[in-house]
T-cell receptor, first 116, second 118 residues
């Protein structure tokens, strides 16, 4: 079974500071994808960043970057220069390339609050 | 215009009523999904469809049914709504041949439907 664990239900950070959100996953697959989605108060699910497991290089998207540790099955999200608009629920998600190809497994989310 | 739309955006209904949630997409994707979000539980997969003739149950399909009317339309029905189906429902789409070279495998979500069953 595929599981995704986000151990931090809530986090807060001051504007302009850096924050890291944790995510671990469990799978027996060797080929898969990992995602971070953001859900602001508007409730829209927005893709933040994506990582292919076969790539050793960590993905980056502007102020967002990941620390992908395949052996440890860890996929943390770092947000640099936090902005008020980053306040949202963040979900880590996992997708295998096996028989359940295309199916996303989500963690329970981390509520991030950025304060002035 | 949004690539993935859901109607209605909000709905309040009573126990025992039949209700349909609709999803339309203009992204040209073959794959469509229905998820349910409950507080503290993340999103869970209800049904998914890899093309018009291919529909599959997800992890929480009991009490739900779906219809893929066309490549661009995927509807979720609650035949007899019950209060524990109160949740936020999301439709999502992704490209065909997920995992193939050049595909992105990324799922794109609609704005969600807030359903309340009294």
């Amino acid at each position: 079974a595929q599981t995704v664990t986000q151990s931090q239900p809530e986090m807060s950070v001051q504007e302009a500071e850096t924050v890291t959100l944790s995510c671990t996953y469990d799978t027996s697959e060797s080929n898969y994808y990992l995602f971070w989605y953001k859900q602001p108060p508007s409730r829209q699910m927005i893709l933040v960043i994506r990582q292919e497991a076969y790539k050793q290089q960590n993905a980056t998207e502007n102020r967002f970057s990941v620390n992908f540790q395949k052996a440890a099955k860890s996929f943390s999200l770092k947000i640099s220069d936090s902005q008020l608009g980053d306040t949202a629920m963040y979900f880590c998600a996992f997708m295998t390339r096996g028989s359940t190809l295309g199916r996303l497994y989500f963690g329970r989310g981390t509520q991030l609050t950025v304060w002035p | 215009d949004a690539d993935v739309t859901q109607t209605p955006r909000n709905r309040i209904t009573k126990t025992g009523k039949r209700i349909m949630l609709e999803c339309s997409q203009t992204k040209g994707h073959d794959r469509m999904y229905w998820y349910r979000q409950d507080p503290g539980l993340g999103l869970r997969l209800i049904y998914y469809s890899f093309d018009v003739k291919d529909i599959n149950k997800g992890e929480i399909s009991d009490g739900y049914s779906v219809s893929r009317q066309a490549q661009a339309k995927f509807s979720l029905s609650l035949e007899s709504a019950i209060p524990n189906q109160t949740a936020l429902y999301f439709c999502a789409t992704s490209e065909r041949m997920a995992g193939a070279p050049g595909s992105t495998d990324t799922q794109y979500f609609g704005p969600g439907t807030r359903l309340t069953v009294l």
